[in-house]
């Protein structure tokens, strides 16, 4: 490998590094087409959703999309112990709007401990999906749990086929997401070609309609819906459910000519809490504790926008004023809970690596000879990494010394983003790096009992820690951008001596993947934890099946990874899983399934265009009309034109009417398919 192959390696794949513009091919078009409509869903075609558990209380969602211009839609809700519903525990109503997106969110309290439960929504003479919630278990009532855990959910990237797999287990306590949910990017840019799988709107989502908009692209995602319909969600965000690389103050992504960044920021989390089944608070914060009896706490932070500054400008620049990751008073309610915990195993959910990854073996070459000694050279390599915790130095190192000081023994983190799969022994150094002095050159930092510092690769002595990194759902990996070959490479030079200068530069990593796709298990039990990863055999069509690759497990009190070629079985005590279609609406009459479905239109009220996301179940020759209170015909927006099934985002241009109320109507030469009250304001 030269130099420029090493380079355009870093900065073409990192897990949350953007493509460069030379790699960047640009989508332009005025509609675009893509799959995942199911008609029969009318009106709750994003289907439901469950989460943020406790013992007596979870959160359930859903969204209404209205059918007759609606401005408020009423509804009730369902709770049973039984997917018949014959034994309904609750009932409730509800009502949403505009301001919220039609999205409903209803947190079910005074519910039993450790109990599965089973709900659906009706509104506008249909039902739901029924869907399926969890309830955390109280005291020592718990033996055991087992946890999917996900990131990274690119829908250009490919199909959502890890989301499948796991939708299909009914042994699974909670889905653990670790963020990057969305992609904020354009149609084009980030990720594959698939003719079916492309982003709307198709820019770069900036404002309260485009995220709105790419949310609703994702919740209609057949194996998305049936992910959330099966589990209870425990989920922070990441990144790019904002803007790449994101912090406090501002994101790689986001540029001044795209308008503040406190408000688009804002903007983010209004939608992720409107779009996700999470529980509502004053400031839209998501660092939260969940607790499982006995067995297992889940502390669960925001490393991006609660408290994180900028990073630094290399990797090795000094922690000189202290860099925050997280705030000071996140940290504090970190450092109390894994003080106070009781419990056998403390999970931190995480987004970004806690460990150390170090790189430097790729820094390049000079002359043809191999340049592992120059700084700048190291720094061209490690810095494509700088978006992790080894750019806080002090205050990850004081996380660290706090569980060797006060003994605190079980912590496992749990993390996202990197696209890839890792098992960490967590150490403080696990080896001596950079050294002006040693060239540069990793040195081997063994144990020392007197001081708590360093690390035996052989017996995981200076491990306070582990950490396991799951793969991504679907978007980029290395090898999707530079080959197997030189994937394969790099992966084993992460954790095996380099030729010529015999370093090991991470001894403290005990696996690694860098080119499947897919999620893990983390299964807990007194005596052990262990992390089984699983892959899909591919992103790129849309299928079943899905293959072990490692276990990784740790015992109680060892803090430290041994590696298992078994998977560990299902849990004894499996979850009836939830029906394919909702119930048959009864009372009433019965909504008829539509062939075209209006599933948002933005901006409302406008000065010019509307954007309408629309679905058609099937081929039709189809014009928009723009017709007045009265029923006049006063515009011909758009000229019939022949769409096949699918999804469409289309642009309306309303800017020659005067101010007033109309209707934009989709119509064939059989009649109306569809129409939406829009206002006209100048």
């Given at each position: 490998?030269n130099?420029l ?6 900065f073409?794949i990192a897990g949350?590094?953007?493509f ?5 091919k640009?989508?332009?078009r ?18 439901v ?10 959160v ?9 211009n ?9 709770v049973a ?16 709007n505009p301001?919220?997106d ?6 079910l309290?005074?519910?039993t401990?450790?109990?599965?439960y089973?709900y659906?929504f009706?509104a506008?003479?249909?039902n739901s999906?029924i ?5 955390c278990p109280s ?13 990274c959910s690119?829908y ?9 797999s796991?939708?299909?287990?009914n ?8 963020g990057?949910y ?9 990720g ?9 709107p198709?820019?770069e989502?900036i404002?309260?309609?485009d ?5 609703s ?7 998305l ?7 209870t ?5 990441d ?6 690389d994101s912090?406090v103050?501002?994101?790689q ?12 920021k804002a903007i983010s989390?209004?939608v ?11 400031n839209?914060?998501?660092y ?7 067995l297992c ?5 925001d490393?991006?926008l609660?408290g994180r ?5 290399n ?12 705030s ?5 309610w ?5 003080k106070q915990?009781?419990a ?17 073996f790729?820094?390049?070459f000079t ?7 120059n ?6 390599a490690?810095?494509?990494?700088i978006d ?12 660290i010394?706090t ?8 912590v496992?983190?749990v993390?996202g983003d990197?696209?890839c799969?890792?098992?960490?022994d ?11 002095a040693?060239?540069n ?8 009992m007197a001081?708590?510092?360093g690390?035996?690769p ?5 491990s306070?820690a ?8 679907s978007s ?6 530079v080959?197997a ?5 790099f ?5 095996n001596?380099?030729?010529?200068i015999?370093?090991t ?15 893990f298990?983390l299964?807990?039990?007194a ?9 899909v055999?591919?992103v ?5 099946g899905e293959?072990?690759?490692?276990g ?11 590696l ?9 005590n499996?979850d009836?899983?939830?029906p394919a279609?909702p119930?048959?609406f009864?009372s009433?009459t ?5 062939q ?5 239109c933005?901006?409302n009220?406008?000065q ?5 996301q ?8 189809c ?6 209170l009265?029923g006049?015909k006063?515009l011909?927006a758009?000229?019939p034109?022949?769409m096949?099934?699918g999804?469409?985002k ?6 020659q009417l005067a101010?007033?109320?109309?209707f934009?109507?989709l119509?064939?030469r059989t009649?109306?398919?569809a129409?939406?009250?829009?206002v006209?304001k100048?």
């Amino acid at each position: 490998m030269n130099r420029l192959v090493l380079f355009f390696l870093f900065f073409s794949i990192a897990g949350n590094t953007a493509f460069t513009q030379s790699t960047i091919k640009r989508v332009s078009r005025t509609t675009t087409t893509w799959s995942g409509y199911v008609g029969d869903l009318k009106p709750f075609y994003h289907g439901v959703a469950s989460g943020d558990p406790a013992e007596t209380s979870v959160v359930i969602w859903t969204r209404v999309t209205p059918d007759n211009n609606q401005m408020s839609i009423s509804g009730k809700y369902f709770v049973a112990l039984d997917t018949a519903f014959t034994n309904i525990v609750q009932t409730g109503n509800f009502e949403t709007n505009p301001d919220k997106d039609y999205t409903v969110k209803i947190l079910l309290n005074g519910l039993t401990a450790g109990t599965t439960y089973y709900y659906y929504f009706q509104a506008l003479n249909a039902n739901s999906l029924i869907g399926r919630a969890k309830t955390c278990p109280s005291g020592s009532t718990i033996d055991h749990l087992k946890f999917a855990v996900v990131s990274c959910s690119n829908y250009e990237g490919g199909y959502f086929n890890a989301y499948r797999s796991i939708a299909n287990r009914n042994d699974i306590d909670a889905v653990i997401h670790l963020g990057d949910y969305i992609y904020e990017y354009g149609a084009g840019t980030y990720g594959g070609q698939l003719p079916d799988r492309v982003n709307e709107p198709a820019t770069e989502i900036i404002n309260l309609a485009d995220y709105r908009t790419r949310y609703s692209l994702y919740r209609l995602d057949e194996a998305l819906i049936r992910l959330h319909q099966q589990h209870t969600f425990i989920n922070i965000w990441d990144d790019h459910e904002s803007a790449n690389d994101s912090y406090v103050d501002g994101a790689q992504n986001h540029q001044s000519n795209e308008g503040s960044w406190e408000t688009r920021k804002a903007i983010s989390k209004q939608v992720y809490f409107e779009w996700m089944p999470i529980r509502d608070n004053s400031n839209n914060s998501i660092y939260k504790k969940i607790s499982y009896g006995s067995l297992c706490d889940i502390l669960m932070l925001d490393t991006r926008l609660e408290g994180r500054v900028e990073p630094p400008a290399n990797f090795d620049t000094p922690d000189v004023p202290t860099r925050n990751m997280i705030s000071n008073e996140q940290y504090n309610w970190l450092m109390n809970n894994l003080k106070q915990s009781s419990a056998r195993w403390k999970v931190i959910g995480n987004q970004v690596l806690f460990s150390t990854f170090n790189v430097g073996f790729a820094g390049g070459f000079t002359d043809g000879m191999p340049d592992f000694t120059n700084i700048d050279s190291i720094r061209l390599a490690e810095n494509v990494f700088i978006d992790n915790w080894e750019s806080y130095p002090t205050q990850r190192n004081s996380i660290i010394d706090t569980l060797r000081l006060k003994n605190i023994d079980n912590v496992i983190i749990v993390t996202g983003d990197s696209h890839c799969s890792w098992a960490f022994d967590v150490t403080q150094n696990a080896v001596l790096y950079p050294l002006a002095a040693a060239f540069n050159i990793p040195q081997s930092n063994p144990y020392n009992m007197a001081t708590g510092q360093g690390y035996t690769p052989a017996t995981g002595a200076g491990s306070w820690a582990v950490e396991f990194g799951t793969p991504s759902v679907s978007s980029p990996n290395f090898d999707e951008s530079v080959g197997a070959a030189v994937t394969a490479q790099f992966e084993f030079l992460m954790n095996n001596p380099v030729p010529v200068i015999g370093a090991t530069y991470n001894p403290h990593l005990k696996y690694v993947d860098l080119d499947r796709h897919g999620y893990f298990l983390l299964d807990l039990k007194a005596d052990a934890a262990q992390a089984d990863f699983y892959y899909v055999p591919t992103v790129q069509i849309d299928t079943i099946g899905e293959s072990f690759g490692v276990g990784a497990r740790t015992l109680d009190q060892e803090n430290r990874i041994q590696l298992s070629n078994t998977p560990l079985p299902p849990k004894t005590n499996v979850d009836t899983p939830t029906p394919a279609m909702p119930l048959p609406f009864t009372s009433g009459t019965i909504a008829a399934p539509s062939q075209v479905a209006v599933f948002s239109c933005y901006p409302n009220p406008s000065q010019d265009l509307v954007y309408l996301q629309l679905g058609l179940e099937k081929t039709l020759t189809c014009g928009i009309n723009v017709y007045d209170l009265a029923g006049k015909k006063v515009l011909q927006a758009r000229t019939p034109e022949t769409m096949s099934a699918g999804i469409y985002k289309l642009a309306v241009s309303l800017g020659q009417l005067a101010t007033g109320t109309y209707f934009v109507v989709l119509e064939d030469r059989t009649g109306i398919l569809a129409s939406q009250k829009v206002v006209i304001k100048r």
